[in-house]
């Protein structure tokens, strides 16, 4: 038998087993841990049973979430085709019990030596949570989850069953997981830290308290104490039912597994406010009256390849490697991109316009920090866009890109991308837009855009430019132009030089060169990038 390693905050959930838990926390913290733990205990406390994996979108549940989960069950001993499978039917030879409700289509199903199946449940994919039943839910990554959807098509799926699982304190429950939204549209779990009875969460610890003191004396348990365990093992799965746990984490409840070096590393190479929430933990107050003060949640989508996830079978391997052929987005015509340029940071924005229907989507966007330079970024660049036709560029850039080159080589930024870029086996075509555009101009320019009165409306595609969001987001305004003061202070230990804005500063160049010089291409509509 196998000894496990469980930090505090697993403990601290798996213990309490409440019906419903909320729990936000930061990298690296174990959630997959809890996952696994959670939909383990679901499947042998009720065999047979329906349960539900929702994902704001497939690449995001087949590339991230599922396998997390699925991993520590492997390391555990639960074996992929022995005792749990994935997108087919389990073959008879298992002998495995039939679920209560055996679905139509076993493609977005994983099934469970104990009868028990679990839908993927993708809310980019039309009517997932349609005519299903569910006992329990498992949600990952709920900062993604479109509430309004979950609260109209998987929740009232939340239903199933009630005649042969009534005596689970946990049918019908649900496990929430994040790290803290920084949007008001991902915030959606948070309210639960207002649901929860704290009372009667203490009373649950009190009793665990009293059972682990009962469990010490061993093999000297009284008739007695044998009567009080039963008795509260009784009660604890009463206070169970009707109990909601919330509770918030830093990355430092796993310090000993993660390291200080960990730490030290992600408060070097994130941005300072996506250290403070995907790290620490911590709320964020987001600007009402920012640089960018008319973009809404309309302006962020989702857009993936089903065809290119479908075709690799749920190989898990092959789908960490993620690149350009699962999204679905992308058009067959020249990428736009444009940089800003930073002694320790630098951006790149990819956009396509579409000026038939008046849209910018911002599909992607990368950023290299310290030692790696723009050669760097334009590696990035085309090993995510290798597969990518026409392997043509238009390049947007201003007079920041001429002159300077932050000793990469003699050459100024615009030769240095270009050079790369033709080296690598791109076609550029390099458009210079002038000087860079005033705060005023370009912030009239791109919420007029936002709010629909402009060319072009930005759209933001999430799961692709999560930095990025976080920049636009949370840019300020001071004395009448964007705030870029924190750009300008010295880099401290508490206070990292990370360019807070230049990732805001490399959409703006991408948008007013589509705007402003737009360039004829050839546009032929598909999601395909073969």
Same mark, same amino acid.
């Given at each position: 038998?196998?000894?496990?390693?469980?930090n505090d905050?697993?403990?601290?959930?798996?213990?309490?087993?409440?019906?419903?838990?909320?729990?936000?926390?930061?990298?690296?913290?174990?959630?997959?841990?809890?996952?696994?733990?959670?939909?383990?205990r679901?499947?042998?406390?009720?065999?047979?049973?329906?349960?539900?994996?929702?994902?704001?979108?497939?690449k995001?549940?087949?590339? !991230?979430?599922?396998?997390?989960?699925?991993?520590?069950?492997?390391?555990?001993?639960?074996?992929?085709?022995?005792?749990?499978?994935?997108?087919?039917?389990?073959?008879?030879?298992?002998?495995?019990?039939?679920?209560?409700?055996?679905p139509? !289509?076993?493609?977005?199903?994983?099934?469970?030596y104990?009868?028990?199946? *679990?839908f993927?449940?993708?809310?980019?994919?039309?009517?997932?949570?349609?005519?299903?039943?569910?006992?329990?839910?498992?949600?990952?990554?709920?900062?993604?989850?479109?509430?309004?959807?979950?609260?109209?098509?998987?929740?009232?799926?939340?239903r199933?069953?009630?005649?042969?699982?009534?005596?689970?304190?946990?049918?019908?429950?649900?496990?929430?997981?994040?790290?803290?939204?920084?949007?008001?549209?991902?915030?959606?779990?948070?309210?639960?830290?207002?649901k929860?009875?704290?009372?009667?969460?203490?009373?649950?610890? *009190?009793?665990?308290?009293?059972?682990?003191?009962?469990?010490?004396? *061993?093999?000297?348990?009284?008739?007695?104490?044998?009567?009080?365990?039963?008795?509260?093992?009784?009660?604890?799965?009463?206070?169970?039912?009707?109990?909601?746990?919330?509770?918030?984490?830093?990355?430092?409840?796993?310090?000993?597994?993660?390291? /200080?070096?960990?730490?030290?590393k992600?408060?070097?190479?994130?941005?300072?406010?996506?250290?403070?929430?995907?790290?620490?933990c911590?709320?964020?107050?987001?600007?009402?009256?920012?640089?960018?003060?008319?973009?809404?949640?309309?302006?962020?989508?989702?857009?993936?390849?089903?065809?290119?996830?479908?075709?690799?079978?749920?190989?898990?391997?092959?789908l960490?490697l993620?690149?350009?052929?699962?999204?679905?987005?992308?058009?067959?015509?020249?990428?736009? /991109?444009?940089?800003?340029?930073?002694? !320790?940071?630098?951006?790149?924005?990819?956009?396509q316009?579409?000026?038939?229907? *008046?849209?910018?989507?911002?599909?992607?966007?990368?950023?290299?920090?310290?030692e790696?330079?723009?050669?760097?970024?334009?590696?990035?660049f085309?090993?995510?866009?290798?597969?990518?036709?026409?392997?043509e560029?238009?390049?947007?850039?201003? !007079?920041?890109?001429?002159?300077?080159?932050?000793?990469?080589?003699?050459?100024?930024?615009?030769?240095?991308?270009?050079?790369?870029?033709?080296?690598?086996?791109?076609?550029?075509?390099?458009?210079?837009?002038?000087?860079?555009?005033?705060?005023?101009?370009?912030?009239?320019?791109?919420?007029?855009?936002?709010?629909?009165?402009?060319?072009?409306?930005?759209?933001?595609?999430?799961?692709?430019?999560?930095?990025?969001?976080?920049?636009?987001?949370?840019?300020?305004?001071?004395?009448?132009?964007?705030?870029?003061?924190?750009?300008?202070?010295?880099?401290?230990?508490?206070?990292?030089?990370?360019?807070?804005?230049?990732?805001?500063?490399?959409?703006?160049?991408?948008?007013?060169?589509?705007?402003?010089?737009?360039?004829?291409?050839y546009?032929?509509?598909?999601?395909?990038?073969?």
């Amino acid at each position: 038998m196998r000894e496990e390693y469980f930090n505090d905050m697993q403990l601290e959930v798996m213990a309490i087993g409440a019906k419903d838990t909320i729990v936000v926390g930061g990298r690296g913290i174990g959630k997959g841990v809890v996952h696994a733990a959670y939909t383990l205990r679901n499947i042998q406390a009720m065999p047979g049973s329906t349960g539900a994996f929702p994902a704001a979108n497939t690449k995001r549940a087949l590339s !991230n979430t599922l396998p997390s989960m699925l991993e520590h069950l492997e390391r555990w001993g639960y074996k992929r085709d022995v005792h749990w499978c994935i997108g087919h039917r389990p073959p008879k030879s298992l002998h495995w019990p039939s679920p209560l409700i055996p679905p139509e !289509n076993w493609e977005n199903v994983i099934s469970f030596y104990t009868g028990a199946i *679990g839908f993927i449940v993708s809310q980019d994919r039309a009517g997932t949570s349609n005519s299903k039943s569910f006992d329990w839910l498992d949600i990952d990554e709920a900062k993604y989850i479109d509430f309004d959807q979950l609260k109209d098509e998987t929740f009232p799926a939340n239903r199933g069953q009630q005649k042969e699982f009534d005596h689970c304190p946990w049918h019908h429950g649900m496990l929430i997981a994040s790290d803290m939204p920084v949007t008001k549209k991902g915030s959606w779990f948070l309210n639960y830290a207002d649901k929860m009875d704290t009372e009667l969460i203490d009373l649950i610890q *009190g009793l665990l308290c009293r059972q682990w003191e009962i469990r010490q004396k *061993g093999a000297s348990l009284s008739s007695y104490h044998l009567k009080e365990l039963a008795d509260i093992e009784a009660t604890l799965s009463s206070l169970r039912r009707r109990a909601i746990f919330y509770k918030e984490y830093s990355s430092l409840v796993n310090l000993q597994v993660l390291g /200080i070096e960990f730490i030290k590393k992600m408060k070097r190479d994130l941005p300072p406010l996506t250290f403070q929430t995907s790290i620490l933990c911590r709320r964020i107050g987001l600007l009402k009256d920012g640089f960018y003060s008319s973009m809404r949640p309309r302006h962020i989508y989702s857009s993936t390849d089903f065809h290119y996830l479908d075709s690799l079978g749920y190989d898990f391997e092959q789908l960490k490697l993620q690149d350009c052929r699962m999204d679905g987005d992308l058009q067959h015509q020249p990428l736009c /991109i444009a940089f800003d340029f930073n002694a !320790n940071i630098n951006w790149l924005v990819v956009g396509q316009p579409d000026h038939d229907l *008046g849209r910018l989507n911002v599909v992607k966007s990368f950023w290299v920090k310290y030692e790696r330079k723009l050669e760097a970024l334009c590696e990035d660049f085309d090993t995510y866009y290798h597969h990518f036709r026409p392997r043509e560029v238009i390049f947007y850039y201003d !007079n920041t890109a001429l002159g300077s080159n932050y000793a990469v080589n003699k050459e100024d930024f615009q030769w240095v991308i270009v050079h790369k870029l033709q080296q690598l086996g791109w076609t550029v075509r390099p458009v210079y837009i002038g000087r860079t555009m005033g705060h005023l101009e370009k912030h009239l320019l791109i919420n007029r855009g936002f709010s629909g009165r402009g060319t072009l409306m930005p759209f933001f595609n999430r799961e692709n430019n999560e930095d990025l969001l976080v920049s636009v987001q949370t840019a300020g305004v001071y004395n009448g132009k964007k705030d870029k003061r924190g750009e300008k202070l010295a880099e401290t230990e508490e206070d990292r030089l990370e360019g807070r804005t230049d990732g805001s500063d490399a959409f703006d160049t991408l948008y007013i060169g589509c705007v402003k010089f737009p360039q004829t291409s050839y546009v032929l509509r598909t999601t395909s990038n073969s």
